[in-house]
Nanobody, 115 residues
């Protein structure tokens, strides 16, 4: 059984910063990609950023230059450093990991940015 536990969400004013963490535990043989999606009310879930096991990253254009993704393979943890947050960044953020068997998802963490 695999569990993903997210932390770091919350309420912040525009221009502020937050750091999300997602720790995976359980019967994990190896992890390929790790990443973050987000879903705002009334909108489809969208990819925010992902990072491969080699450290290659993809970041959505809407957050490029403001968000940074990183991972600690020894801890099976992925991070999302978010800076210069804007009200449009308000959403539930979901982490995921991709293994050779399937994808696993976190429960989601709310990020709210006030103007």
């Amino acid at each position: 059984q695999v569990q993903l536990v997210e932390s770091g969400g919350g309420f912040v004013q525009a221009g502020g910063s937050l750091r999300l963490s997602c720790a995976a535990s359980g019967n994990i043989f190896s992890i390929d990609d790790m990443g973050w999606y987000r879903q705002a009310p009334g909108k489809a879930r969208e990819l925010v950023a992902r990072i491969s096991s080699y450290g290659n990253t993809n970041v959505a254009d809407s957050v490029k230059g403001r968000f940074t993704i990183s991972r600690d393979n020894a801890k099976n943890t992925v991070y999302l450093q978010m800076s210069s947050l804007q009200p449009d960044d308000t959403a539930v953020y979901y982490c995921y990991i991709r293994t050779i068997h399937r994808d696993y998802w976190g429960q989601g963490t709310q990020v709210t940015v006030s103007s």
